[in-house]
C-alpha cells in the first residue's frame, strides 16, 4: 500500500515557465515533508522541506505547498532551468519515524 | 558535500555467490540506511541502523542482512544474490529518525546479478 504517490511518472516544462510537481499521501500521521533531486549516476539530494505545521515554505526558486486537508503537497519550480532536469521523488515521515519516498516524477526541462 | 562513500561503484556477480556492500561516513551520525532504487518502485528501505550492533528491517529486508560495528561503517550483505536483487543501492545517514533532519545520500552502487 503505496503511503506517498507521486502520479506522474514524467513532466516536460519549457524553459522559463513554471513546473508542477505533485504529491499525494495517506498517512495522516506524516508531519514532515521533503522533496529530493536526483540526477543520474548520482544519490539523492535533499532540496527543500515542510513542516505539517505550515502550509508553504520557499527557497529562491523552489517553493513546497501543502494541503492537510487533501493531503496534498506540490513542488513549484520557478523560473525552470536547464538544470532543475532530473528525478524529483517526495517524501514524508510521521514523527521520528522512518521517511517514506514516493515513486519519482521524471522532470524535462525544454529549451 | 555530506561524506558518504559506498564501494564498490559497480559490481557485476553471478546467481549464489555472496555479495557485501560497504557504506562509509565521516559524519559521525547516528542513523544509517540502505536503499534500493528500482524503475517503478522508487526508493524502498531494505535495513537501517540506530548505532553501533542496533539494526532493524525496512520494507525489502528479505534476503538482506547489515552490520555496523563502527559509528562509520554500515555493510549491506546479500548472502545468496538473485537476479530480482540486480538494482542500484544506495546508503543514507541522518543525525535523526524523522524527516526534521534530511537523510544525505551516498552516490550509489549499481549491483548486476547474472
Partial sequence: ?111 | DAGITQSPRHKVTETGTPVTLRCHQTENHRYMYWYRQDPGHGLRLIHYSYGVKDTDKGEVSDGYSVSRSKTEDFLLTLESATSSQTSVYFCAISESKGGYQPQHFGDGTRLSIL
Fill in chain 1, 1 to 111: 500500500d503505496q503511503q506517498v504517490k507521486q502520479n506522474s511518472p514524467s513532466l516536460s516544462v519549457q524553459e522559463g515557465r513554471i513546473s508542477i510537481l505533485n504529491c499525494d499521501y495517506t498517512n495522516s500521521m506524516f508531519d514532515y515533508f521533503l522533496w529530493y533531486k536526483k540526477y543520474p549516476a548520482e544519490g539523492p539530494t535533499f532540496l527543500i522541506s515542510i513542516s505539517s505545521i505550515k502550509d508553504k515554505n520557499e527557497d529562491g526558486r523552489f517553493t513546497v505547498f501543502l494541503n492537510k486537508s487533501a493531503k496534498h503537497l506540490s513542488l513549484h519550480i520557478v523560473p525552470s532551468q536547464p538544470g532543475d532536469s532530473a528525478v524529483y521523488f517526495c517524501a514524508a515521515s510521521a514523527r521520528d519515524d522512518k521517511i517514506i519516498f514516493g515513486k519519482g516524477t521524471r522532470l524535462h526541462i525544454l529549451p
